[in-house]
């Protein structure tokens, strides 16, 4: 958008090629996509831009994905008769049972994402369908996790409504449509990506990789120069979606001392991707399925030819990324590619999707400081780094992990464009407001849901309902 405004530009990308956490890895001709990447929105101006992008490489997908739970799978979002069938009348009426007692108990101090959940749907729903996926996907247990984390994530058509309403019915008909397909680029996210770069340099921009950033030179009250790559650029302003604690810790003159410890105090919860290359047809049909089983680590698993057919370059071999969610340096992180391949493979038989005999290949991408962790603390230490931030007049942070921000693609580019207005003038905009009041839901709700309303905090709205 600066290009095409007439400004000078300079893209300076750490890695060897664009996209970050929404790149588009390539492996002997099969492309893997770190998280399942869908390209859904409410903003008209961000789906404009990928439209004029993309064009008619912006595929449009059905969605179907589904819940591995109890050696069962449960449409997601669920659906009355399918859980019917598949827990059977007497789990259906303890959950009941546990409901209802919940609502009658209500009304005490719910300081944990345990006693939130619990005292909303009962404790019976949430041993069920919360605890095992909440702990896996987080990796902190959820009798540690607070409430105001609980009150932001689960929201109208999230998880919990949904096996609310599947277990006791819609009868106030909240819940007009459920959004049941999505765009998605013909070669994966890091298509839309790559092809914004090819237009920036065609408009005269330079884009710089392998350059990761070394030093942000700060003179009085804004940035100087960036150093990247052995490099010095001078600069009129500066759009960063570096992580947060990564700006401070790279200015100079460095930050005060409690900023410094703010961000230092900023968690990250990491991923990585075993990609499974397996003869024969695809293992199922759903772009992806979550799987609440304690018994195995993998937390959701990819179906690549789902969300494209040429994210696979063969009709007779399958391509499954299964996901595991942890913390950089930790013990299933530091395992050899060799070994991670050998667990993915032993968990996709223990799940039933593929004898291990089938699995011809497997690679590893790890993703780091994939998810901003919204802890007790984190609020507040975003409060002092953005004090600091204000001192700093032609710097914004933009994207998830810029503002520390568990965004989609869509409010991502969206931040980036309210960036953008405020350098071209002559609009203000407050880039830490976008995604900040509201949650991002994939349904038309007909009225509020007043048993589910969130507080209002400082800290930012969470958008998966997962």
């Known amino acids: 958008m600066l290009a095409k405004a007439g400004e000078a530009v300079t893209v300076i990308e750490a890695e060897g090629q664009v996209g970050g956490l929404a790149k588009t890895v390539v492996r002997d001709g099969y492309r893997f996509d770190l998280g399942g990447h869908r390209f859904f929105t409410k903003s008209d101006e961000v789906r404009a831009l990928w439209d004029e992008v993309l064009g008619d490489e912006l595929l449009l997908r059905p969605r179907l994905s589904r819940i591995y739970w109890n050696g069962r799978f449960l449409d997601y979002p669920l659906r009355a008769l399918d859980v019917i069938r598949k827990l059977g009348i007497v789990e259906l009426t303890r959950c009941s049972a546990s409901y209802f007692g919940a609502a009658f108990r209500r009304g005490g101090d719910d300081a944990t994402f345990e006693q939130w959940v619990s005292s909303r749907f009962g404790r019976r729903l949430f041993e069920l369908f919360f605890r095992s996926y909440t702990e896996k996907v987080w990796g902190v ?173 063969a009709p007779d071999v399958s391509s499954i990324g299964l996901e595991y969610f942890c913390f950089e340096g930790d013990e299933l992180w530091s395992r050899s590619d060799d070994e991670l391949v050998a667990l993915a493979t032993r968990e996709i038989e223990q799940l039933g999707l593929a004898d291990r005999a089938r699995v011809r290949a497997g690679h590893v991408v790890r993703v780091p400081k994939a998810y901003p962790i919204y802890d007790a603390h984190y609020a507040m230490r975003i409060a002092a780094i953005r004090r600091w931030l204000d001192t700093i007049g032609n710097l914004q942070q933009v994207g998830r992990n810029g503002l520390h921000r568990y965004n989609n693609c869509d409010h991502s580019s969206l931040t980036a464009m309210r960036a953008v207005e405020n350098l071209l003038g002559p609009t203000a905009h407050d880039v830490w407001a976008v995604n900040a009041d509201s949650v991002y839901h994939e349904e038309h709700v007909e009225a509020e849901q007043p048993y589910l309303r969130a507080p209002r905090t400082p800290a930012m709205a969470l958008t998966d309902g997962l």
Request: proline share 6%; hydrophobic share 45%.
């Open 141 to 313: 247990p959820t009798s540690e996790l607070r409430a105001e984390w609980a009150a932001q994530r689960i929201r109208n058509l999230s998880f919990a409504t949904a096996a609310r309403d599947a277990f006791l019915g819609d009868g106030a008909k909240r819940v007009r449509s459920l959004i049941n397909e999505f765009q998605y680029p013909r070669f994966g996210p890091g298509q839309m990506w790559e092809a914004m770069a090819a237009r920036v340099a065609d408009l005269g921009g330079e884009l710089l990789l392998d350059s990761p950033v070394e030093r942000i030179e700060l003179d009085g009250d804004g940035v100087a120069a960036v150093v990247a790559g052995g490099c010095r650029h001078e600069a009129r302003a500066v759009i960063s979606s570096l992580p947060l604690p990564t700006t401070v810790a790279l200015a100079s003159p460095c930050a005060p001392a409690h900023v410094g410890r703010a961000a230092e105090g900023l968690r990250f919860r990491d991923f990585l991707t075993v990609a499974l290359i397996v003869d024969g047809d695809d293992l199922f049909p759903d772009n992806w399925i979550y799987v609440h089983d304690p018994d195995v680590q993998v937390g959701r698993i990819q179906n690549y030819r789902s969300w494209s057919s040429s994210m696979v370059p």
